[in-house]
């Protein structure tokens, strides 16, 4: 056999070898029921969930607790999933910066218990990194 | 009055750009035909480049009109509102000329024009090359402007034109139905984050990366279409050096950026949107490799025309990926859809069909050699290291496309939630760094080889002072670190040793190449300088990645009684103003909050400015001294040029060295965004402190202060508020008060307390002023200890005076602080492959560019080059 081949297989092998183990290590996103499933069954894998922050009729956030001079490292919320299934989550850093404004949550982490512990959160803000709203200037006129 | 004139100059120069896009792909598609004869191509030639010319004169004009919107403030366009805003400095107009999706392609676009300019002026040497090169150029002009034509055709839009007046963009906005030439006052302004330094030159060395990639593309199409198969690796391997290493330099400021401004505490995140640009920047690297090994040893066509298209083909899908808005979940900075994902996607697929195509149909003629590739040739490792580098961009591709598995599926109607890894970072180090291990041999073992031209012999010749300075030197920073802790890191992880033995490896082994052509000639040794700018990069990754270490760990010994507390980091601590608390070992406090001021060379803090009416200005209430140089005094207005950044001085004391140093890290709230926050760092040879605020009381959010507590006093009475000891020294009448104009018959009379802090003693001046009759009061606040004193009543029959005093909490910032080892070593790495990649650029031009007349003559001018 040329040796042009032997390296052609050999990347070819290593190619496949990537792909399982892109596959392997892929996250899913699930909703709650899943994820309290995922960890009844003993997985230890973390997954995403996406859902909404439950809001009051004002537009508060409902069920945020951030106290920074107890213990700046511990912040918790609750968040509604596509089933409208409500779940604590817990979140071992600060709060976000811009949590309050933003809209959907990702968040990243697992079930342990009777809570989900994050270990991140993507936040979508309305108006991050996107065309700012149009109230912004026309509210003030 | 609004403006319409500048935006229709603009929307018509993009049509005429690209109409004339479209007259130059074709003139120069006939001109390209050889089934013409020699004058009919000439004049065909000729057309083509007016229409080139056209193009590009239009262009340039399309981008002065969309400066001048954004110069002049007009506000009438919905891109200058979005983007920019009257206090904006030029430079960051600049920036915020790119911020939005269509000012970035037009970036793009520029860059082409450029190059194409640049190609028809001194591709003379080449003159066959021209028409078709030019071609593939004006045939992407097409794709790209069409993206920023903004036409509407039924259902159809194509592109988004930047030149869209506020009133068309939001037709339905109350004010416009009464006033349609009302003008907004001011911009909603740049991305505050995108307000640095980088972002005035990161996109365009980014950009001009993108639009160099096309170069050595269109010369292997040029070379495929016209049966040149091997003619185009000359003109265009000095090309795919320069845009190999703008892409690079580019990549690696948007990590500095990253490092500096944002507070996720690195400088890569794997993050869709970085590695997008990574993917083709590997695959481009391997391509320039294997171009060199054809070029010496007529070995590797085949895979330099499949490296050099899938590098651009690449571009074209990281353009996909990032603005399409497929992305949404996976990345935090990728643009949002505009509407143009199906033209995007038309752009990706033309040119991905039109060179796969184009290869297989003439794959069978591409000249290959029948010699074998022996081991003991520099070839063989060329072709090895380049399947590494595109086997650590495929892995990275495969992982980066999962939301686009997600889509396509989801398309061709099988639902799939697949979601990116959940720690990204693991991922894709147990692939990077073993790939990085790889190439570190590679370029040590490749160099010595290529250069040796060798034999077992002379190679285990070459190998053995690079192999025993490498074990020597390795055995010792292993010992030291481990067994006499000479360093801040213990170097015992197998796998950190092993990149780290091969780094040291590559750098010994490429230095010893450096050193054996100094006395033979030095301008060959680019491949050796920039190999050694890589494996330094790979030991300043593995150092400031690897030993990265949080100091700020809460110490504060609480006890917590909530969910799962044991095997959580805490990273975060919690620092009140002016009260120490110990910190690895450091002692921290946080004095206070800071702003800049336009004229003085430090940061001045809050306590000592009066805020004006606009945000912009204040008033010094005391002198500004910095050094002893006195900058301000007393009254004087000054001009703060970034208002909405607080920067909150830390202050570090070594506990052992007792050495001193003041850290500003710095945090905004944004209207749009919330609170920002970039960190500060203390950057030495062997680390960087790096540190950041993760919170702070919301400034925006009225402080709760405590009910009113009234005091009656007489001059030189002591009192006690918030348990610190105050002096009411007295009260004086004054003349002007800074910001108040005052009218004749009016009073201002000031109290004047003295506080004793803990660590100093502070002047309270609460005013209280009669105007017309009536009472204003002006109280003081003293945020270090949470004292607002205000200055209630006169009786000047007893000499008495109120004072009124609320409390309130001390004001606090939750901070993050880590240490990363020699993080220096990666961008001294990064400036010393550009150094290498600049040399090659030099000398493959300088052989590419010689006499193409005679070809003989030009291979043994190569030939002697080598040898020399």
Same mark, same amino acid.
């Given at each position: 056999m040329k040796k042009s081949h032997i390296i052609g297989i050999v990347i070819i092998a290593a190619a496949i070898m990537i792909i399982m183990s892109t596959a392997g290590d892929a996250s899913t996103y699930v909703d709650f029921g899943q994820a309290k499933e995922l960890a009844e069954d003993g997985s230890k894998t973390k997954v995403h969930v996406v859902g909404r922050l439950k809001k009051d009729a004002q537009g508060h956030i409902v069920g945020m607790k951030y106290d920074p001079l107890v213990d700046p490292n511990y912040f918790s919320f609750m968040l509604v999933d596509t089933n409208r299934v409500e779940q604590q989550v817990v979140y071992f850093?600060?709060?976000? &910066?811009d949590f309050e404004r933003s809209e959907q949550v990702v968040i990243t982490g697992s079930m342990q218990n009777e809570v989900f512990v994050a270990d991140k959160i993507l936040l979508k803000c309305p108006s991050k990194y996107v065309?700012?709203?149009?109230? &912004?200037?026309t509210a003030g006129l | 009055m609004i403006n319409t004139l500048i935006g229709d100059i603009g929307h018509l120069s993009v049509i005429i750009a690209f109409v004339a896009a479209i007259v130059a792909s074709y003139a120069y598609f006939m001109a390209s035909r050889?089934?013409?004869?020699a004058e009919a191509i000439a004049k065909w030639r000729r057309f083509a480049r007016v229409a080139f010319y056209v193009h590009s004169a239009a262009v340039l004009l399309v981008i002065f009109a969309l400066f001048n919107i954004i110069y002049e403030h007009r506000y009438e366009y919905y891109y200058a509102w979005s983007h920019s805003s009257n206090h904006l400095p030029v430079h960051f107009m600049i920036s915020c000329f790119w911020e939005g999706q269509e000012g970035s392609f037009l970036l793009w676009i520029f860059w082409h024009v450029v190059l194409g300019i640049v190609l028809l002026n001194t591709g003379k040497k080449y003159k066959e090359w021209e028409a078709p090169v030019m071609a593939m150029f004006s045939f992407v002009q097409l794709f790209l402007t069409s993206m920023i034509l903004g036409v509407v055709i039924g259902d159809l839009k194509i592109g988004s034109s930047p030149f869209i007046l506020m009133r068309d963009f939001?037709?339905?906005?109350?004010v416009f139905a009464m006033d349609p030439n009302y003008k907004p006052e001011d911009g909603t302004g740049l991305n505050p984050l995108l307000q640095n330094y980088w972002m005035v030159i990161h996109p365009p060395t980014l950009f001009l990366g993108f639009a160099a990639t096309l170069v050595p593309f269109a010369f292997a199409m040029a070379g495929l279409w016209k049966n040149k198969?091997?003619?185009w690796v000359r003109p265009a391997l000095p090309w795919a050096h320069f845009a190999a290493v703008s892409l690079g330099i580019g990549t690696v400021m948007g990590a500095y950026w990253a490092y500096e401004?944002?507070?996720?505490?690195?400088?890569?995140?794997?993050?869709p949107v970085e590695n997008a640009v990574y993917i083709p920047w590997l695959v481009l690297v391997g391509a320039i490799h294997t171009m060199v090994a054809y070029r010496r040893g007529k070995q590797g066509l085949k895979a330099s025309y499949l490296l050099i298209i899938a590098s651009f083909i690449l571009i074209l899908y990281a353009t996909f990926l990032t603005r399409s808005g497929i992305l949404g979940n996976a990345s935090v900075h990728s643009f949002t859809d505009l509407g143009l994902s199906g033209q995007l996607f038309t752009y990706l697929a033309v040119f991905a069909v039109l060179a796969v195509a184009l290869l297989i149909y003439k794959w069978k003629h591409i000249p290959t050699t029948e010699k074998e590739l022996t081991t003991y040739s520099g070839e063989f490792w060329i072709f090895i290291g380049a399947a590494v580098l595109c086997l650590a961009g495929f892995q990275v591709l495969a992982t980066t496309s999962i939301p686009v598995y997600n889509s396509f599926l989801g398309f061709i109607g099988i639902e799939s939630n697949a979601a990116l890894p959940a720690d990204q970072i693991e991922h894709y180090t147990k692939f990077q760094l073993w790939a990085g291990v790889l190439i570190a041999v590679l370029t040590g073992i490749g160099q010595l080889i290529w250069w040796r031209k060798a034999d077992k012999k002379s190679f285990s010749d070459a190998i053995t002072m690079p192999l025993m300075l490498t074990l020597l030197f390795a055995s010792l920073v292993i010992i030291l670190s481990n067994k006499?802790?000479?360093?801040?890191?213990?170097?015992?992880?197998p796998v950190y040793i092993t990149l780290f033995v091969t780094s040291l490896f590559a750098v010994f082994a490429n230095l010893s190449i450096i050193l054996s052509l100094l006395h033979k000639k030095?301008?060959?040794?680019g491949g050796a300088v920039s190999h050694i700018g890589i494996a330094l990069m790979l030991l300043g990754i593995l150092f400031s990645s690897g030993y990265?270490?949080?100091?700020?760990?809460?110490?504060?010994g609480m006890l917590y009684s909530r969910e799962?507390?044991?095997?959580?980091?805490?990273?975060n601590v919690l620092l009140w103003r002016n009260t120490t608390t110990d910190m690895d070992k450091y002692s921290v406090s946080y004095r206070g909050q800071f702003l800049e001021v336009e004229g003085v060379p430090e940061y001045v803090n809050k306590e000592i400015l009066f805020r004006t009416?606009?945000?912009?200005t204040a008033i010094a209430r005391a002198d500004i001294k910095v050094n002893d140089k006195l900058y301000f005094k007393t009254g004087d207005t000054l001009e703060l040029p970034t208002p909405e950044n607080t920067y909150y001085q830390v202050e570090y004391k070594n506990?052992?060295?007792q050495e001193a140093f003041v850290l500003y890290p710095r945090a905004q709230v944004n209207p749009n965004m919330g609170l920002l926050a970039s960190p500060d760092i203390k950057a030495s040879v062997t680390k960087d402190l790096y540190t950041h605020v993760?919170?702070?009381?919301?400034?925006?959010e009225e402080k709760e202060w405590s009910e009113l507590q009234e005091y009656t006093v007489t001059m030189g009475d002591t009192i006690i508020l918030n348990d610190y000891v105050a002096i009411f020294n007295g009260v004086e009448v004054i003349k002007e008060v800074p910001g108040v104009p005052l009218k004749e018959g009016d009073v201002a009379v000031q109290a004047d307390m003295k506080i004793m802090g803990e660590k100093k003693t502070y002047h309270a001046h609460p005013l209280l002023i009669f105007k017309e009759g009536m009472a204003g009061y002006y109280p003081e606040i003293i945020e270090d200890l949470g004292l607002r004193i205000t200055f209630l009543n006169v009786d000047p029959t007893k000499e008495e005076f109120k004072i009124g005093v609320n409390t309130t909490q001390k004001d606090y910032i939750i901070l993050k602080a880590m240490e990363k080892p020699f993080v220096s070593i990666l961008w001294i790495g990064t400036i010393v492959m550009s150094i290498g990649f600049i040399m090659a650029i030099t000398r493959r031009n300088q052989e590419g560019g010689?006499?193409?007349?005679p070809k003989a003559k030009h291979a043994r001018k190569a030939e002697k080059a080598q040898v020399a």
């Open positions: 850093n600060p709060k976000p &910066q065309e700012k709203e149009v109230q &912004q200037t | 050889s089934s013409i004869d939001m037709p339905d906005t109350p198969f091997g003619e401004t944002l507070n996720f505490g690195g400088y890569w995140n794997w993050d006499f802790d000479v360093f801040d890191f213990k170097l015992d992880n030095v301008t060959l040794s990265s270490n949080i100091i700020s760990g809460n110490t504060s799962f507390p044991d095997e959580i980091n805490r990273d009416a606009d945000e912009y506990r052992e060295t993760s919170s702070v009381p919301d400034p925006n010689s006499s193409n007349k």
